[in-house]
Protein backbone atom coordinates (compact mmCIF):
# COMPACT_ATOMS: atom_id res chain seq x y z
CA UNK A 1 0.00 0.00 0.00
CA UNK A 2 1.30 3.18 -1.12
CA UNK A 3 1.28 5.62 1.70
CA UNK A 4 2.66 9.15 3.10
CA UNK A 5 2.38 10.08 7.04
CA UNK A 6 3.37 13.35 8.26
CA UNK A 7 4.44 13.87 11.77
CA UNK A 8 5.66 16.59 13.97
CA UNK A 9 2.71 19.26 14.73
CA UNK A 10 2.17 20.63 17.76
CA UNK A 11 1.03 23.68 19.75
CA UNK A 12 4.17 26.10 19.87
CA UNK A 13 4.69 29.96 20.35
CA UNK A 14 5.25 32.35 18.12
CA UNK A 15 9.32 32.75 17.09
CA UNK A 16 9.37 28.82 17.86
CA UNK A 17 10.46 25.87 15.87
CA UNK A 18 8.63 22.90 14.52
CA UNK A 19 10.16 19.88 12.45
CA UNK A 20 7.76 18.33 10.17
CA UNK A 21 8.56 14.89 9.05
CA UNK A 22 6.97 12.99 5.52
CA UNK A 23 7.34 9.31 5.30
CA UNK A 24 6.81 7.46 2.43
CA UNK A 25 6.09 3.73 2.72
CA UNK A 26 5.56 1.19 -0.42
CA UNK A 27 7.37 3.12 -2.47
CA UNK A 28 10.50 5.30 -2.87
CA UNK A 29 10.62 8.26 -2.93
CA UNK A 30 13.95 8.92 -4.73
CA UNK A 31 12.43 9.58 -8.24
CA UNK A 32 9.37 11.74 -6.98
CA UNK A 33 8.47 15.50 -5.78
CA UNK A 34 7.44 16.01 -2.74
CA UNK A 35 5.39 19.33 -1.75
CA UNK A 36 4.37 20.09 1.41
CA UNK A 37 0.61 21.83 1.71
CA UNK A 38 -1.02 23.98 4.13
CA UNK A 39 -5.05 24.80 4.50
CA UNK A 40 -6.46 26.93 7.86
CA UNK A 41 -10.62 26.34 8.19
CA UNK A 42 -12.39 28.56 5.22
CA UNK A 43 -8.83 28.96 3.20
CA UNK A 44 -7.83 27.28 0.39
CA UNK A 45 -5.20 24.50 0.30
CA UNK A 46 -1.54 26.52 -0.14
CA UNK A 47 1.70 25.25 -1.49
CA UNK A 48 4.62 25.98 1.14
CA UNK A 49 7.87 24.08 -0.50
CA UNK A 50 8.57 21.76 -2.47
CA UNK A 51 11.44 19.24 -3.10
CA UNK A 52 12.18 17.22 -6.30
CA UNK A 53 14.00 14.64 -5.22
CA UNK A 54 15.68 13.50 -9.13
CA UNK A 55 17.55 16.56 -8.99
CA UNK A 56 17.08 18.31 -5.51
CA UNK A 57 15.36 21.11 -6.30
CA UNK A 58 13.75 22.83 -3.93
CA UNK A 59 11.35 25.70 -4.73
CA UNK A 60 9.60 27.97 -1.39
CA UNK A 61 6.37 29.98 -1.52
CA UNK A 62 7.20 33.78 -0.41
CA UNK A 63 5.52 32.91 2.83
CA UNK A 64 8.19 30.50 3.84
CA UNK A 65 11.40 31.58 2.44
CA UNK A 66 13.98 32.57 5.10
CA UNK A 67 12.23 30.67 7.46
CA UNK A 68 11.39 27.23 6.33
CA UNK A 69 13.55 24.54 5.18
CA UNK A 70 12.87 21.39 2.99
CA UNK A 71 14.97 18.46 3.23
CA UNK A 72 15.23 14.87 2.27
CA UNK A 73 16.87 11.88 3.40
CA UNK A 74 16.94 8.89 1.08
CA UNK A 75 17.95 6.53 3.41
CA UNK A 76 15.25 6.89 5.93
CA UNK A 77 12.56 7.39 2.59
CA UNK A 78 11.45 10.80 4.31
CA UNK A 79 11.09 14.69 3.68
CA UNK A 80 11.63 17.05 6.42
CA UNK A 81 10.50 20.33 6.70
CA UNK A 82 12.23 22.89 9.37
CA UNK A 83 9.98 25.40 10.41
CA UNK A 84 11.65 28.36 12.05
CA UNK A 85 10.30 31.88 13.35
CA UNK A 86 6.90 30.30 13.78
CA UNK A 87 3.91 33.19 13.18
CA UNK A 88 0.19 32.73 14.36
CA UNK A 89 -0.99 32.85 10.62
CA UNK A 90 1.01 30.01 10.01
CA UNK A 91 -1.77 27.82 12.07
CA UNK A 92 -2.47 25.32 10.15
CA UNK A 93 -3.27 21.49 8.46
CA UNK A 94 0.28 20.69 7.05
CA UNK A 95 0.42 18.32 3.95
CA UNK A 96 2.86 16.56 2.36
CA UNK A 97 1.75 14.97 -1.04
CA UNK A 98 3.95 13.04 -3.69
CA UNK A 99 3.91 13.26 -7.68
CA UNK A 100 6.45 12.75 -10.18
CA UNK A 101 6.73 15.18 -13.18
CA UNK A 102 9.74 16.56 -15.44
CA UNK A 103 11.63 18.85 -13.05
CA UNK A 104 10.11 21.74 -16.05
CA UNK A 105 6.75 20.89 -15.07
CA UNK A 106 7.47 20.83 -11.41
CA UNK A 107 9.34 24.15 -11.29
CA UNK A 108 6.23 25.44 -12.84
CA UNK A 109 3.42 24.38 -11.19
CA UNK A 110 5.05 22.59 -8.12
CA UNK A 111 2.12 24.46 -5.62
CA UNK A 112 -0.73 22.92 -7.42
CA UNK A 113 -2.29 20.12 -5.70
CA UNK A 114 -3.21 18.23 -8.55
CA UNK A 115 0.02 17.60 -9.79
CA UNK A 116 0.37 15.24 -6.58
CA UNK A 117 -0.81 11.70 -6.31
CA UNK A 118 -0.25 10.56 -3.10
CA UNK A 119 -1.15 12.39 -0.07
CA UNK A 120 -0.65 11.96 3.78
CA UNK A 121 -3.23 12.69 6.23
CA UNK A 122 -2.04 15.93 7.32
CA UNK A 123 -0.61 17.30 11.08
CA UNK A 124 -1.90 20.01 12.88
CA UNK A 125 0.54 23.04 13.62
CA UNK A 126 -0.93 25.76 15.48
CA UNK A 127 1.06 28.72 16.61
CA UNK A 128 -0.15 30.67 19.83
CA UNK A 129 0.94 32.02 23.19
Known amino acids: QLQLVESGGGLVQPGGSLRLSCAASGFTLDYYAIGWFRQAPGKEREGVACINNSDGMTIYADSAKGRFTISRDNTENAVYLQMDGLKPEDTSVYYC??????????????????????WGQGTQVTVSS
Open 97 to 118: AGGRESSTTIRAIWDRPFLYKY
